[in-house]
């Protein structure tokens, strides 16, 4: 008992004694009392006298770690259900820039493409830089080592397809962020789900968690509460309950409360269902948390709806081939290969919404870019196209003369292999900006990604507030904490939540997860 327990009377073995007295009456444990913020208030919280159907595992999410999870715990024989509280499956995973980060993969692409090295140390420590040290580095360790394996797993079982391409993105030192054929995560979702449900792993949709079910603080998870048409149906979990529900930059009012410049006026690029209540109920019966003011802006958003639309991922994926970000003067403003929330900061200090992303025709298939992509992008008005500099200024309503300068300025650069002006590392795979057609896009920050959230230790088992698992407790992807650190670097979400998703599955359904 720490000397704070001692002076204020509260310890454990204080709360056990309550907990048992609430136990022998029927009632679940319930930290917050009933009052917590996302859940439903309710003086006392009866145990279900019964339940309504019984499961060897429940998943919380149906996105890229929760289908993982599904898929590792029916593969190892439980019966498994995915509970998805949206009417469509994928949550943010589906509509994500179809970005993963891996050091090696099968398909030997950075042979193919003749790019410099890469290795799991690397990433790693670009990982933790990344997170300013924040991030665990045993969970660090674990996320890029297993990031391949689970690449290859999509492509192998899942029928993943890639494009023939490797960028190098802000805070990472290689080229290691991959891009699915169809440039977002629906490609990486789709594989999961098909090896899920080929496994058998059962998806309903509109189903909703309003609460999870604990007798004491140190009972394992009993099953949860849900809400499907119109109904409460309490699902008991014989071996493990999931979260891989995702993070809360939905929910203004949570996000404020932990990061109070996160204001309602900031755009957000999530879907509408990533409110966080999950995260609270797990409070609630004893989870602990951690990093949750760690909440990251999306620089490329956007900028009047905040969306993560197909254009807006150029920008993310451009700075390893000499994508040029300039503020509405014509100026550079910032490292372009810095990470994301350098990029956001910068982006704000200019004091003018938006910024713009320059590139030219012959750097977009390098970076993954397809013609197809950008026809779109041009009829819907997000990329404009034109054949010179000066032209393209217009059109976009910057100064001809100041655009015309900087973009000769940093292909200069470029061609001497040094940036004087903010230290980007020039590589041999940047090209500078002489031949049209050019494009530009416009972008600016919209809230993205929440790095903290329930402390997990290496086998995805939840932990409690005195640093224990918790029996039959699992969670993976953006609902953890302690991975990303003050900042997550593009392209890691996607490994994370497989990876950790993959971990959590086994674990809940009682076999090693390192098998």
């Known amino acids: 008992m720490s000397d704070q327990q001692q002076k204020t009377g509260i310890g454990r073995r204080a709360i056990l004694k309550a907990t048992a007295v609430a136990a022998g009456t029927g009632l679940a444990l319930d930290l917050f009392g009933g009052k917590a913020e996302a859940a439903e208030p309710r003086a006392k919280r009866p145990l279900p006298r019964k339940w309504d159907e019984t499961w060897d595992v429940v998943v919380v999410g149906s996105g890229f770690a929760g289908l993982a999870a599904a898929a590792e715990a029916a593969k190892a024989g439980a019966r498994v259900t995915v509970l998805e509280k949206m009417p469509v499956y994928g949550g943010n995973s589906i509509i994500n820039g179809g970005e993963y980060n891996a050091w090696t993969d099968e398909l030997r692409l950075r042979e193919k493409l003749k790019l410099p090295d890469d290795s799991k140390e690397l990433h790693g420590n670009d990982t933790l830089k990344g997170g300013d040290y924040y991030g665990d580095p045993k969970l660090v360790e674990i996320l890029c080592r297993e990031s391949p394996k689970a690449l290859d797993w999509m492509i192998d079982e ?3 397809q890639l494009r023939e391409i490797l960028n190098r993105t802000g805070g990472h030192t290689a080229y290691r962020t991959h891009t699915c054929k169809e440039g977002v995560g629906r490609g990486y979702t789709e594989a999961e789900r098909k090896i899920a449900e080929k496994a058998g792993a059962k998806i309903r949709l509109n189903h909703e968690i309003t609460w999870i079910w604990r007798a004491d ?6 099953g949860v509460e849900v809400k499907a048409r119109g109904k409460k149906l309490q699902l008991k979990v014989t071996r493990g309950l999931v979260l891989a529900s995702g993070g809360f930059s939905r929910d203004v009012k949570m996000r404020m409360a932990f990061n109070p410049s996160l204001v309602a006026s900031y755009n957000c690029t999530n879907h509408p269902g990533a409110t966080g209540e999950t995260l609270r ?3 609630a019966i004893g989870a602990d948390s951690l990093h949750l003011a760690f909440i990251q802006l999306y620089p490329y958003a956007e900028p009047e709806t905040g969306i993560l639309d197909a254009p807006a991922v150029y920008p993310f994926r451009g700075p390893g081939y000499g994508i040029l970000y ?15 929330d350098v990029v956001s900061r910068a982006e704000i200090n200019t004091g003018m919404k938006p910024t713009y992303s320059i590139f030219n025709a012959k750097m977009a298939p390098l970076m993954g870019g397809t013609k197809e992509e950008i026809d779109a992008g041009i009829s819907k008005g997000r990329f404009v196209k034109a054949d010179t500099i000066e032209e393209l200024a217009g059109k976009l309503g910057l100064p001809a003369d100041a655009l015309r300068e900087t973009v000769a300025t940093h292909n200069r650069y470029i061609r001497e292999k040094k940036d004087p002006d903010f230290a980007k590392p020039i590589t041999d795979r940047m090209l500078p900006l002489e031949e049209g057609p050019f494009y530009g896009i416009a972008q600016w920050p919209a809230v993205h990604h929440t790095m903290g959230g329930l402390r997990i ?18 969670a993976a992807g953006e609902i953890t904490g302690g991975i990303h650190g003050a900042n997550r670097l593009g392209g890691n979400a996607g490994p994370d939540a497989v990876v950790f998703g993959r971990i959590a599955g086994r674990s809940a359904a009682g076999v090693n997860p390192a098998a």
């Open 217 to 222: 603080v140190d009972g394992p998870v009993l």
């Open 457 to 474: 230790d290496e086998q995805a088992r939840v932990i409690d507030i005195w640093g224990n698992p918790i029996p039959k407790f699992f």
């Open 281 to 283: 109920f797990a409070q």
């Open 326 to 340: 300039v503020d509405r003067k014509g100026k550079r403003f910032v490292n372009e290969l810095e990470r994301r």
């Open 158 to 160: 899942g029928g993943l």
